[in-house]
């Protein structure tokens, strides 16, 4: 049977720039699953909402639905167990939950502020007028005023990067 996954995609469908697709792709890669991927934009919610879920990744395995990265990648470990591991037992998965949560917090919360405005330009026109409200009111401010002083932010202290000591 095999695998299919609904995966973000901008104008260009070959575009895929969901940091929580990547997860399930690394996963299933690193698992030696091959998936066919199914391009999906912001306006076709129809498409997942027949698989009971509001947002990507959804993973489709025959008849089984799965949804959240971190979910699928504990399905894929469950499921395929006699495929390389993911985890390596209880301890890894206790690791990757807290790198999964800390990705989440920390990672994608402080990089979705410096690109937020330019993933706007990438996105098929269906698409835009939606996310640029659901994101103007996540943040309370136009997108452009979010990533505005981005390049004071990104730049690394010599203390968080060991090639500068
Ligand atoms: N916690 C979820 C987050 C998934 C998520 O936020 N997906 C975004 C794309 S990156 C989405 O589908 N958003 C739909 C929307 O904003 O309407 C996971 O780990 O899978």
């Known amino acids: 049977m095999t695998l299919r996954m609904y995966d973000l995609a901008g104008a260009d469908p070959a575009r895929r720039f969901s940091p929580y697709c990547w997860r399930v792709k690394l996963a299933l890669a690193a698992k030696g699953l091959p998936v066919e991927t199914i391009p999906w ?6 498409a997942i909402a ?3 879920a509001e947002k990507v990744p959804v993973l489709l395995d ?17 499921t395929y167990h006699d495929q390389p591991s993911l ?5 890894g998965l206790a690791l990757a939950r807290f790198v999964n949560a800390w990705a ?3 990672v994608n919360a402080g990089l979705v502020k410096l690109v937020v405005a330019d993933i706007v330009q990438v996105l ?24 505005a002083d981005r390049t004071g932010r990104w730049k690394p202290s010599a203390a968080t990067c060991i090639r500068c000591a």
């Open 62 to 78: 025959g008849d089984r639905v799965v949804t959240e990265s971190l979910a699928i990648a504990e399905y894929l470990e469950a």
């Open 41 to 46: 934009r912001f306006s076709e919610r129809a």
């Open 104 to 106: 989440d917090a920390v």
């Open 87 to 91: 985890f390596g037992g209880p301890g």
């Open 124 to 147: 098929h026109a269906d698409d835009t007028a939606y996310f640029r409200q659901s994101r103007e009111a996540r943040f309370g401010m136009p997108l452009e005023a979010v990533q």
């Open 50 to 52: 027949a698989h009971g």
